[in-house]
């Protein structure tokens, strides 16, 4: 989620860029809270999977222990949040993309109105990349 979010924040306009910023430390503070609950329970966490396996009502007895690699993921969750805020934060200064994607004037007319790209050049074989070239002589 936090990876679709960097997406709307890098490509959004105004709006999007809020609502992306949003969901990214939304989505970062989720992902901390559900390892903080796995690495502080892990038996909970455990039994809670078995039981649902089992198509059990209760869960069964369960043994566990939290081993380095969840307090790793902690940190890593913490780090994420982190970063997310901070992406949040400064996303509010950047420009965006550039003109080309906004709307605005649309490219020359072709003669019965329709509007002409370079794609329609290189249909037609021609090569819109001698139009500016200059004149050899």
Do not use: H, N
């Not at 609502?19 to 892990?42: D, I, K, N, Y």
């Not at 982190?82 to 992406?87: A, D, F, R, Y």
């Amino acid at each position: 989620m936090c990876a679709v979010g960097l997406l709307g924040l890098l490509t959004g306009g105004r709006v999007i860029r809020a609502v992306s910023a949003v969901a990214m430390v939304l989505a970062s503070l989720g992902a901390l809270a559900f390892t903080l609950l796995v690495a502080l329970r892990p038996v909970d966490a455990v039994a809670g999977a078995v039981a649902r396996e089992l198509a059990r009502t209760t869960a069964p007895d369960a043994t566990g222990s939290t081993t380095p690699w969840a307090w790793v993921a902690v940190v890593v969750a913490v780090a994420l949040v982190v970063g997310c805020v901070l992406t949040a934060l400064s996303s509010r200064s950047w420009a965006g993309l550039s003109g080309r994607y906004e709307r605005g004037e649309k490219p020359e007319s072709g003669p019965r109105g329709e509007v002409r790209t370079a794609w329609d050049e290189l249909s037609d074989g021609g090569d819109p990349t001698l139009r500016d070239a200059p004149d050899e002589t």
